[in-house]
């Protein structure tokens, strides 16, 4: 297994965000990075060239090597916005069918638009992301 290559940058992720042209998914990304930082109580910071990612936590490759990822984040994409839940949704059936359009990955929610979810779900489900993610890992801020 290789290492992980979304790695953090200096790109300021507010100048990130003020720069995406379309209205809609520059305003879904202004209300995220609000959501976000008031769910983890840390700043955010760009993770390769699109993703805003909060806080880290380091894991070991089968190989033994040591790495890192951001705990949580999103990043405005033109098809959809994505929300990384890191664990994974195991035990989050209930906040899922709550939650309003969206698809899932094995980390990635995948929704549309903010307008199609319920804000408040969204809040525990990352909470709950973070939750199960300091179960197993170290979890560190920003």
């Not at 507010?14 to 990075?33: F, K, N, Q, S």
């Not at 790495?67 to 990043?75: D, I, P």
């Not at 199609?116 to 939750?131: A, K, N, P």
Request: hydrophobic share 35%; charged share 30%; aromatic share 8%.
């Amino acid at each position: 297994m290789s290492e992980n290559v979304t790695r953090p940058t200096t790109v300021d992720p507010l100048r990130y965000v003020a720069d995406i042209e379309h209205d809609g998914r520059r305003a879904d990304a202004e209300t995220m990075l609000e959501l976000m930082g008031r769910v983890t109580g840390w700043a955010p910071r760009m993770w390769g060239p699109s993703i805003i990612g909060y806080g880290r936590y380091r894991y070991r490759l089968a190989s033994g090597k040591e790495s890192e990822s951001l705990a949580t984040g999103f990043s405005p994409r033109a098809a959809n916005l994505v929300v990384y839940i890191v664990p994974g949704y195991d035990d989050l059936d209930l906040e899922l069918a709550r939650l309003g359009k969206h698809r899932i990955g094995k980390s990635c929610l995948y929704v549309k638009r903010l307008a199609d979810i319920d804000l408040d779900v969204l809040e525990t489900i990352v909470r709950r992301g973070l939750d199960s993610l300091r179960q197993h890992h170290d979890v560190a801020g920003e």
